[in-house]
Each structure stands twice: as structure tokens, then as C-alpha cells.
């Protein structure tokens, strides 16, 4: 069974730029029929789509965070990873990384998540 | 922007029949999936493509999507069902959650 594990800082100043990795096991990254995605939560609120990777690349992002964001994924080491610049105090939340099962583009779903790690922005 | 509207909760006796509803603009033509997230425990999904159940998801698990409405149908609710729901679709190559509903079993 897959899983993946989030790694990162839990703590970034205002500013910087936030560096997330997700490290995928009990399988390959380039595993046919499935992708990989960033989400998060911000504390107390519900799941927001932050974007996903292809093992090819070709990410696809949220509109409202595009112009600060960048996700890469490293097939060598079963890896994937965000980096969000300019970072404020809205972008405190818990991130969590998943594996999205693709089947047509119009029924895929999140299939496995990450525990999630709490990011908080603060001087 | 596309947006999945739930009710922000729902409450059921023990035993009964919970009812979680998601609205959009002419959600029945795509696909909704459904997630529950404990406090504390990250997603997990307990609907995919409208209907399917994935292994391990008990059967008192069910959903189904029409018109503008998905809808999540939990039967013979436990109190472990206790927990948010969200419905997920997607739109344009960009994927969509609703904001989530706290079902709360009392």
C-alpha cells in the first residue's frame, strides 16, 4: 500500500518561500494510472486544492496561487515537491500531499493522503 | 469560479439515516467524490465517481448525484461516523471542494 510522508519546516517568516517535499513509498512514483497533489487546510476550514504533478511534469495550479508557486517532482528519489513563495500569515494551514487515481480527468480522486504538516508563517 | 455548497452541518440520532448534500451548477453532469476527515486524521475517501465505494468503506456508505445536487447517504449512523465531509469534483482541470460539512451523531 502506498503512502506518502510530508517533510518540510513547520515554521517560515513572513516573506520566504515555503520548500515541501512528499516522499512516496510502497511504490513507484511513475506508477501508471496515478498522480500526485498538494492540498491544504487552513486551521478550523476546509480542504483547499493547491495543484498536481504528472511524473512527466506538467503541473497544474490553482489559479489563486499560481503566480507564487511551483511544484517539481524528482523520479529518482519517489518525490515530489512544492514551493510556495512570498509567504504570509493566510498561508498558515496544514499541507498535506496525496496520490490522485486517474482514470478520465472527469472521475479522478484523491486515493491516499499524507498525515499533513502544519506550516505556520510568523516572524 | 465552479463551487460545491454544503450545509456547514448535520446532526443524527444514532441508528439513523444521515444526509449530506453538495449543490452546483449542473454537478449531476460530472463525477463528486466524497472524503471524511476525522478530527485530528487526514481525508479519507469513502465515495468515488458518484457511487463507488472503495475497499473497507463500510456499505452504510452510499451516494448518488443528479440535476445540480450530490449527495451523500449514510445509513444505520454510528457515532464513529462523527466527522467533516467534503464532495470534490472537478472543473476545467482544476479540482473543486465543497466546504465541507460536520456531521455530528447525537
Known amino acids: 500500500q502506498v503512502q506518502l510522508q510530508e517533510s518540510g519546516p513547520g515554521l517560515v517568516k513572513p516573506s520566504q518561500t515555503l520548500s515541501l517535499t512528499c516522499t512516496v513509498s510502497?511504490?513507484?512514483?511513475?506508477?501508471?494510472?496515478?498522480?500526485w497533489s498538494w492540498v491544504r487546510q487552513h486551521p478550523g476550514k476546509g480542504l483547499e486544492w493547491i495543484g498536481y504533478?504528472?511524473?512527466?511534469?506538467?503541473?497544474y495550479y490553482n489559479p489563486s496561487l499560481k503566480s507564487r508557486l511551483t511544484i517539481s517532482v524528482d523520479t529518482s528519489k519517489n518525490q515530489f515537491s512544492l514551493k510556495l513563495s512570498t509567504m504570509t500569515a493566510a498561508d498558515t494551514a496544514v499541507y498535506y500531499c496525496?496520490?490522485?487515481?486517474?482514470?478520465?480527468?472527469?472521475?479522478?480522486?484523491?486515493?491516499?493522503w499524507g498525515q499533513g504538516t502544519l506550516v505556520t508563517v510568523s516572524a | 469560479s465552479y463551487e460545491l455548497t454544503q450545509p456547514p452541518s448535520v446532526s443524527v440520532s444514532p441508528g439513523q439515516t444521515a444526509t449530506i448534500t453538495c449543490s452546483g451548477d449542473?454537478?449531476?453532469?460530472?463525477?463528486a467524490c466524497w472524503y471524511q476527515q476525522r478530527p485530528g486524521q487526514s481525508p479519507v475517501l469513502v465515495i468515488s465517481?458518484?457511487?463507488n465505494r472503495p475497499s473497507g468503506i463500510p456499505e452504510r456508505f452510499s451516494g448518488s448525484n443528479s440535476g445540480n445536487t450530490a449527495t451523500l447517504t449514510i445509513s444505520e449512523t454510528q457515532a464513529m461516523d462523527e466527522a467533516d465531509y467534503y464532495c470534490?469534483?472537478?472543473?476545467?482541470?482544476?479540482?473543486?471542494f465543497g466546504g465541507g460539512t460536520r456531521l455530528t451523531v447525537l
Open positions: 496525496a496520490m490522485v487515481r486517474g482514470l478520465t480527468g472527469l472521475d479522478d480522486f484523491f486515493a491516499s
Open positions: 510502497g511504490g513507484s512514483i511513475s506508477s501508471e494510472g496515478y498522480y
Open positions: 504533478i504528472y511524473d512527466i511534469g506538467n503541473p
Open positions: 449542473k454537478l449531476g453532469n460530472k463525477y
Open positions: 465517481q458518484d457511487t
Open positions: 470534490q469534483a472537478w472543473d476545467s482541470s482544476s479540482v473543486v
